[in-house]
């Protein structure tokens, strides 16, 4: 492909793929076909920050990991989140337990919020990375 076409590419989507698979990506871009070139520039892909601060805000809901396409996995999470809510209010009646079990197991819903927006963040740079790669592929030299 030619530099001019492969420094655009690579402006466009630099901000949202990791430092690695942006190096990655401009050593693939300059061994393209220039047919490329309008595939990708058509190419949409997901905001880092965007799902970032879906995971902030709307963390309880999955819109991060709904926003990534990761549906299956929010399903999950929901479930999972809606049964430790439910098991934990349930056994709150037994003195100190319940406490001990509630305590637990907001303790390790927090570390799993955290664990999920630095999750979503990088979940969007792997899913634009494998798409570029995809269009990529069916230019391939």
Known sequence: MQTEKVRF???KFNKQ????DAFALNKKLS???????APLNALTVKSKLAATL???FLGGVCAGRFYVGDYVYAIVKIVVTIAIGLISGLLS?????GILISVASSIGLVI??????VKCNNRAQEVNYTKICEVLTAYSV
Not at 17 to 20: G, Y
Not at 112 to 117: F, G, N
Request: net charge negative; charged share 20%.
């Open 9 to 11: 590419l690579t402006e």
């Open 31 to 37: 061994a393209a076909k220039d047919e490329a070139f």
């Open 112 to 117: 799993w919020y955290i664990y999920e927006i």
């Open 17 to 20: 793929l990791s430092a690695n």
């Open 54 to 56: 879906l995971s902030v």
């Open 93 to 97: 009646f037994v003195p100190v337990l």
